[in-house]
């Protein structure tokens, strides 16, 4: 930390105070950076704060942070903090009762204060560290409010430090990232003036306030159930302008004329929105499922999630006279033919990574010509069969039975067995680290990494798209039973067994009545994919049994987990060579004077 003489006699905010000056505030500005997950978790790796009074820097906080547990790679490569980096460093209960020595009574500033103060909350949970009761003020909340949507596109950190060319920019590391969030509040300090804004107590009500537009509109929430379902916010013709899902409709449905709904697409959605449309449904599955497939045919145009759900893209082994590999969103029953399908992909990209690593280890033609089943030329039309890597499926006399051997092997790769392809880019990678060509493995890393998840989803899809019919139950919290019906990976239909009432019943009336479904072309199933997977998470979550089911469900023992754990420890080896070249560990940006490896509290 870092204090200026005479701030420790300052006089700090008192929150009884009326009408304190936002020049005469104490202002704590905090970033945290962690482990990921749940504020609960308390997984804090780095802590960074700046106190300013009338802008002027008072003091200064910064400290890495042991979280107890391993620093996950992703978080390691976007932050640059690693396990060895934490090692020494204060425990979390120790950094957060030193950061909240530190803060005193002033108010706490943060950008997205509901992550970072939620895990400081987490902390004291966790710790039992009583928790004080300053004022907690969001820039983001502020920006979102004094900004107008022509000046900035969104109000992630990065963009403001960018909008208002502040001195520091942010690096994902706590202290710079506090110190950019400074430079960001006093900008927007600015801005407030505008608005009449000079007083703490402007400044909540400035953040807190309803819009007239909210006010007017609430009365759109009048009469709608309070149960499980989906609300449609329709504008004056009937059209779909936003669509949702709740466990509790009107509850939520209020929500948004209220001051914690400050999203500006929805402000605009509601000058706009007519009336609401409720469906309620048996359970909350049934409702995400219903929003999902709403938002598919409907297509309204303030949703952003899911509106894509049905365009996705496969990669696929032709079943033409000479096989080969393409990226294609239309699947054709053609199985019985010899084509295959991994997938699918939310990006080409990621499906042509995928592709890559199986031509790179099976020779496989690339090229697109249309081959006829009996070639009549004795030229290879290309320079990989000149380069031995092709064995020119092109020409009258190439040898058939091998490249049929080849595309078998393909096949296979397809089909659920990674070993071939995870072994031969492992043993690549290995070799690209060994002669110091980091960049290159790591390519071959993701593109593996696309490769195996794609052949992994392949296979939980297969299972619940080719079933006829699976039943299963989850208790509810009250005793009773929610109970699904899913053809084909569809869900057929949904209801639920009150407590006291025996439920064999109900299921055979479930069944009976569920929605005939015709099964989709395989591995897809019968409705959009997405649909499939929110339906697999349901099945393999906590609490849900398995009724019945019309065919085993397996999966092939080598289609992605095994690999999985072996790309794990590819990534073990390339950072191991990484290092002994470079003398550290592998980050996303250089560890420097920025990122001191000690605590430091200073005050000025």
């Not at 502020?142 to 208002?164: M, P, Q, W």
């Not at 609430?218 to 499980?228: E, I, M, Q, S, V």
């Not at 009432?501 to 019968?526: C, K, R, T």
Request: glycine share 8%; aromatic share 6%.
């Amino acid at each position: 930390m870092i204090n200026h003489p005479g701030a420790l006699s300052a006089t700090q905010l008192s929150l009884s105070d009326l009408g304190t000056q936002l020049s005469d505030c104490v202002f704590v500005i905090v970033d945290l950076e962690t482990t990921g997950g749940a504020g609960i978790d308390a997984g804090i790796t780095e802590i960074g704060a700046v106190k300013v009074r009338g802008g002027e820097v008072i003091g200064e906080f910064t400290t890495l942070v042991n979280p107890g547990s391993s620093i996950p790679p992703f978080i390691a490569t976007l932050t640059g903090i690693t396990d060895s980096m934490v090692s020494g460093s204060p425990s979390v209960h120790t950094a957060v009762s030193m950061f909240l020595d530190f803060a005193g009574e002033c108010v706490f500033v943060a950008h997205n204060a509901p992550y970072d103060i939620g895990f400081l909350k987490g902390a004291c949970a966790k710790f039992d560290i009583t928790w004080p009761s300053n004022k907690v003020i969001d820039t983001v909340r502020i920006a979102r409010l004094a900004l107008h949507r022509d000046e900035v596109r969104n109000c992630k950190l990065a963009t403001l430090s960018s909008f208002f060319r502040t001195e520091v920019q942010p690096t994902h590391r706590a202290f710079d990232d506090a110190r950019a969030t400074t430079d960001v509040m006093h900008h927007l300090f600015e801005r407030l003036g505008n608005y009449g804004v000079h007083t703490l107590e402007d400044l909540h009500a400035f953040t807190s306030r309803v819009s007239d537009v909210q006010r007017n509109k609430k009365n759109l929430a009048d009469g709608l159930p309070g149960k499980p379902g989906v609300y449609i916010f329709e504008d004056p013709q009937g059209r779909p302008l936003y669509i949702g899902t709740s466990k509790n409709i009107r509850n939520r449905v209020r929500t948004y004329f209220t001051a914690a709904e400050n999203r500006r697409r929805m402000s605009e959605m509601i000058k706009i929105a007519q009336q609401v449309r409720p469906i309620v449904c048996s359970t909350i599955l049934e409702a995400k499922i219903r929003e999902l497939r709403l938002i598919v045919s409907e297509q309204p145009r303030y949703n952003r999630r899911s509106r894509a759900a049905d365009s996705v893209s496969w990669l696929k082994l032709t079943s033409e006279p000479a096989p080969r590999l393409i990226v294609t969103k239309q699947l054709k029953d053609d199985y019985a033919q010899g084509a295959r399908y991994i997938g699918p992909f939310t990006s080409r990209a990621a499906a042509n990574s995928a592709l890559d690593t199986i031509n790179e280890t099976i020779s496989l033609r690339t090229c697109t010509t249309k081959i006829a089943a009996q070639p009549r030329t004795d030229i290879p039309g290309c320079v990989r069969a000149e380069l031995g890597k092709c064995v020119a499926p092109c020409t009258r006399d190439h040898d058939r039975e091998q490249y049929l051997s080849i595309v078998n092997h393909a096949s296979i790769a397809m089909s659920g067995n990674t070993a071939t392809v995870v072994t031969h880019i492992t043993e690549l990678m290995k070799t690209l680290a060994l002669q110091e060509r980091f960049e290159e493995a790591a390519n071959w890393r993701e593109a593996l990494g696309h490769y195996v998840n794609a052949v992994f989803r392949t296979e939980r899809l297969r299972w619940i798209a080719t079933t006829p019919e699976i039943v299963a139950a989850q208790n509810t919290i009250d005793g009773g039973w929610e109970i699904h019906v899913i053809r084909y990976g569809r869900l057929a239909a949904a209801g639920v067994v009150e407590p006291g009432f025996d439920p064999w019943p109900h299921v055979a009336a479930l069944v009976a009545s569920a929605e005939f479904v015709e099964p989709g072309i395989e591995p897809a199933p019968a409705g959009v994919t997405e649909e499939a997977f929110d339906l697999l998470r349901w099945l393999e979550s906590d609490g849900v049994r398995l009724v019945a089911s019309s065919s085993d469900l397996y999966m092939p023992i080598n289609c992605g987990g095994k690999e999985t754990l072996q790309l794990l420890d590819v990534r073990r080896v390339v950072g191991e060579r990484l290092a002994a070249v470079t003398g550290h560990e592998p980050t996303g940006r250089p560890v420097g004077p920025r990122a001191p490896g000690v605590t430091r509290i200073a005050y000025f």
